[in-house]
């Protein structure tokens, strides 16, 4: 019997990270994009914070989302580039304001915290929604959030039932706190919970139409 020798991860991600450094050196933004994550990572190769940002920023200036918002973590966290908050949030808005549902949820957070911004709920809550129309599951955690403690919405947990119910599909922290809430939800709520649920599901599934 043939004993079959361990697969190097890196050795097995090779064949792919070549291929999109061919891409990404004749200019393709999500080959670049994706060359980073193998830096990022160390996937077919060793692993380089500082090239993973290059390829990045490299991407993001070609107008990627993606890119953009991912750079935005690196300044934000100092991972390959030195330590930006300004930049952070410059980059975070381009990937935002182009509807990138995982960006939009992050300037959200950047609103409500007042980090690298002034302290803004009713802006936390514009970009919760905008990402949560897309059915980011974080973005509807936030929203569920804000309007089980009245922050920059009135209180009202039948709108957090319908938010936390959508998210809890993929979301540890929102089937959490759905189910503290069920504990002591009125009847009342919760029907009207389950009557929102469906229509952001609705609303969700509309707004992916649209962009597919």
């Known amino acids: 019997m043939v ?5 190097d991860e890196a050795d097995a991600a090779a064949p792919q990270f070549v291929e999109q450094r061919v ?22 190769v060793a692993q380089d914070l500082v090239e993973a940002a290059r390829w990045l920023a490299l991407a993001a200036e070609q107008g990627y989302a993606p890119a953009q918002n ?11 580039v030195p330590k930006d908050q300004a930049k952070a949030i410059e980059w975070i808005c381009k990937s935002a304001e182009q509807g990138y549902a995982r960006a ?5 957070l950047s609103y409500a915290k007042g980090e690298g911004v002034p302290r803004d709920q ?27 403690q009245g922050r920059g919405v009135p209180k009202d947990e039948a709108e957090a039932f319908a938010c936390w119910s959508v998210a809890a599909r993929s979301h540890e922290g929102a089937a959490r706190n759905l189910e503290l809430l069920e504990k002591k939800i009125s009847d009342q709520n919760r029907l009207r919970g389950g009557v ?17």
């Open 196 to 212: 929102r649920r469906d229509e952001l599901l609705r609303q969700i599934g509309a707004t992916k139409s649209k962009g597919s």
């Open 23 to 44: 891409k990404a050196e004749a200019g393709d933004p999500v080959a670049r994009f994706k060359l980073a994550g193998f830096y990022a990572r160390g996937e077919g």
């Open 70 to 80: 991912n750079l935005a973590v690196c300044y934000s966290t100092g991972a390959g």
């Open 104 to 108: 939009q949820c992050y300037l959200g």
């Open 122 to 148: 009713a802006q936390a809550i514009d970009w919760f929604r905008k990402s949560a129309a897309q059915g980011f599951p974080d973005a509807l955690n936030h929203l569920g959030y804000c309007h089980s």
């Open 3 to 7: 004993a079959l020798e361990p697969v």
